[in-house]
Structures are given as structure tokens and as C-alpha cells.
């Protein structure tokens, strides 16, 4: 069965990281660019940044560039965001979904590969 899992999320001071993970089981991960999308309390999901299959392009959305960093480890079947200064507006339940390529209009439409969203990890930055 298709599956991603997130995990490392957490509670952190604005400024602080906290890296995440996207861990893939039932398919090959270098076959599919990921996706990262967050859902903040009380709006709407929105698209954060993509990897390519190879993980030779990126994109991030304006509000996360220069803060966050998505990469890649194909032989761990493992995609990761790192995100540094971090600020309360980052605030959110964080998701990871597989995507037929990683452009701008794909992440910021929300069109991944699959219909549904797993369980996510929270991250929730607050002094």
C-alpha cells in the first residue's frame, strides 16, 4: 500500500528548526516529486515547497524562502523540510503528498498525485 508518514514536528520558540520528515513505504520515492502543504488553524491548506524526483529542482512559496529547505534521500525513501526561523505564522499541521512534477502552480493549487492526506505533524511555534 502507498503510505507517508510525517514525523518530527514539535513545540518551538520563534527562531527556532525543527526538521521534518516525509517517509514513503509501498512505492519508490525517486519515481514521484513530494510535496510539503500545511494547514494552519482556522484556514484554508496551502502549499509550502516541492522536490523533484532527483531532487535536482526546488520550489518554495515566497512566505518560507530563504527559511525553509526541502531535500531529499532517495535510498532512505525519505523527503525532509528543514525550517529555520522559524515564526508563529508557521504555526500549522504540516503534510507531505507525491506529485507528478515540482512546479510553482502545482504546489500552490494543492494537486498532488493522491486524494487524501494522512495524519501530518504539528508544528506549533510559540514563546
Known amino acids: 500500500q502507498v503510505q507517508l508518514v510525517e514525523s518530527g514536528g514539535g513545540l518551538v520558540q520563534p527562531g527556532g528548526s525543527l526538521r521534518l520528515s516525509c517517509a514513503a513505504a509501498g512505492f519508490t520515492l525517486d519515481n514521484y516529486a513530494i510535496g510539503w502543504f500545511r494547514q494552519a488553524p482556522g484556514k484554508e491548506r496551502e502549499g509550502v515547497s516541492c522536490i523533484s524526483s532527483t531532487g535536482g529542482s526546488t520550489y518554495s512559496v515566497r512566505s518560507v524562502k530563504g527559511r525553509f529547505t526541502i531535500s531529499r534521500d532517495n535510498a532512505k525513501n525519505t523527503v525532509y523540510l528543514q525550517m529555520n526561523s522559524l515564526k508563529p505564522e508557521d504555526t500549522a499541521v504540516y503534510y507531505c503528498?507525491?506529485?507528478?512534477?515540482?512546479?510553482?502552480?502545482?504546489?500552490?493549487?494543492?494537486?498532488?498525485?493522491?486524494?487524501?492526506w494522512g495524519q501530518g505533524t504539528q508544528v506549533t511555534v510559540s514563546s
Open positions: 503528498a507525491r506529485m507528478r512534477m515540482c512546479t510553482a502552480a502545482l504546489v500552490t493549487t494543492l494537486t498532488s498525485i493522491d486524494d487524501y
